[in-house]
Structures are given as C-alpha cells and as structure tokens.
Nanobody, 120 residues
Framework: QVQLVESGGGLVQPGGSLPLSCAAS????????MAWYRQAPGKQREFVAR???????DYEDSVKGRFTISRDNAKNVVDLQMNSLKVEDTAVYYC??????????????WGQGTQVTVSS
C-alpha cells in the first residue's frame, strides 16, 4: 500500500510563485518515476513535468523555463517549483508516482490533488 500526500497550492497573482510537494509513503522498495499532472475545469488531465530515478527531467512545453521539478530520493518526495505563474496555469495539480513495493508489486498511484489558482 502506497500513500501520496500533496501539499502546497493556493491562490497567487499572475507572475507569482508557488511550490508544490508530494510525499510518498508505505511499503515502497523503489520509485522509478515521479511526475506532476494538472486538470483545468472542463479539460482533460495533462502532463506537466516528470523526473526519473536517474534525474532525467521532462516538461510540458508551456511550463518550460518556469517550472522546476525535483525529488528527494531519501524522503520519497517530489517537488514542483512554479514561477512566473499565468492565469492559464490554474488547475488541480496531481502528483503521480510509479515504482515497486517491498513485496515486488508494481504501483502507479495518484495524489488527491491540490488546487492552484492564478488570479488578480
């Protein structure tokens, strides 16, 4: 059983910054990929950023240069630092973590989501 707990999010003005964090816990043996997705009202969930166990990072084009994903392997935490926020970044942000449990089962789980609202 793996649990994901997200923190951060909230209301920020355009151009502002906001950090998100997601901590994974449970019977985790290893984590391969940690990622963030978002879902705006009336839209499908979309990829935002991904970081692998080898520290390889990918970003959705619209957030490149503004968002930074990082992970703490010792704590099983993935962070998303969001800078220069735009109104169109408003969405519910979800963390997604994939890996293996201590009893050799693969997992691919989602956090509960945290609201990010960019508005003046």
């Amino acid at each position: 059983q793996v649990q994901l707990v997200e923190s951060g999010g909230g209301l920020v003005q355009p151009g502002g910054s906001l950090p998100l964090s997601c901590a994974a816990s449970g019977n985790i043996f290893s984590i391969s990929v940690m990622a963030w997705y978002r879902q705006a009202p009336g839209k499908q969930r979309e990829f935002v950023a991904r970081i692998t166990s080898s520290d390889s990072r990918d970003y959705e084009d619209s957030v490149k240069g503004r968002f930074t994903i990082s992970r703490d392997n010792a704590k099983n935490v993935v962070d998303l630092q969001m800078n220069s926020l735009k109104v169109e970044d408003t969405a519910v942000y979800y963390c997604n973590v994939a890996g293996w449990t201590t009893d050799w089962h693969s997992f691919d789980d989602w956090g509960q989501g945290t609201q990010v609202t960019v508005s003046s």
